[in-house]
């Protein structure tokens, strides 16, 4: 037998009918489909790390998964034998060998997260993005001087939803913005890590913090309250698509 290498995939995902990224028994989950088809192409259990655990609903169009396997095949052949082994539902981006060491959820140094709005219900883009029941539609510039805020080392722990497992409540915000996309408004954020349902709560209270006064004022007394019960609604997980994950001297 072949010495087991190490292997790094890029997949996207449409969320919409997978139970999140985490296997569960009897349930329908992006790691257990994509074990699945691994399984498939090279014959024996193959067990996938991935960067994120995306929730149910949440899509992706650059999660990232790590595996080890011993096989012969070239490189070349994986990325289609194993697209075809997934379901409709996800893409197989690239299949590459990797370092040894390389882990995509441990050697991560950033990932980076879009929500999306709609203007207006839309049959076609409401699987992927929200729209909010509001009097009014939320006002970019207003929604994008309420984030500014975020940007830097903070305690994130306002932005927590309950039911989590302890992680460092420090996060480094790299990027936080809004700007338009063709169906509306979207939120983007990059973050060296990010906690459980944040980019959510981030846009619930974004949206509550753009109604008042002074956006970015009442968005960072809410930052540094550290106070979950201060924060916005947690936005449906439909809108959330893991964009892209960074590692050391590559570009999100």
């Not at 169009?61 to 379901?87: D, E, K, Y």
């Not at 993005?129 to 500014?148: E, G, N, S, Y």
């Not at 408004?185 to 709560?201: G, I, P, S, T």
């Not at 002074?214 to 540094?224: H, I, K, M, Q, S």
């Amino acid at each position: 037998m072949s010495e087991a290498k190490r292997f790094r995939v890029t997949l996207a995902y449409d969320g919409t009918d997978f139970h999140g990224w985490q296997r569960q028994p009897e349930l329908r989950t992006v790691q257990g489909e994509l074990e699945y088809a691994l399984h498939g192409v090279f014959g024996t259990e193959v067990t996938v790390n991935g960067a994120g655990r995306t929730d149910a609903g949440v899509h992706a169009r650059g999660q990232v998964a790590s595996f080890s396997a011993s096989t012969t095949l070239p490189n070349h052949a994986l990325r289609p034998l194993v697209g075809r082994a997934c379901p409709k539902d996800m893409r197989i981006r690239s299949i590459d060998e990797a370092a040894p060491d390389f882990h995509a959820r441990h050697t991560a140094v950033a990932r980076r997260y879009a929500y999306r709005l709609l203007d207006e219900p839309d049959v076609l883009y409401e699987r992927m993005a929200w729209h909010p029941l509001r009097r009014k539609h939320p006002d970019l510039a207003r929604l994008d001087a309420a984030v500014q805020p975020l940007l830097g080392d903070h305690d994130c722990t306002a932005f927590q939803a309950t039911g989590s497992t302890p992680v460092d409540p420090e996060c480094r915000i790299l990027h936080a913005g809004w700007r338009r996309w063709e169906g509306g408004l979207m939120f983007e954020v990059e973050a060296d890590h990010f906690l459980y349902h944040m980019v959510r709560k981030l846009v619930g209270t974004a949206l509550h913090a753009g109604d008042t006064k002074d956006p970015a004022g009442e968005f960072a007394a809410v930052l540094t309250s550290r106070d979950r019960a201060r924060s916005g609604p947690m936005a449906p997980s439909r809108g959330l698509c893991l964009e892209a994950v960074k590692y050391e001297g590559e570009e999100a």
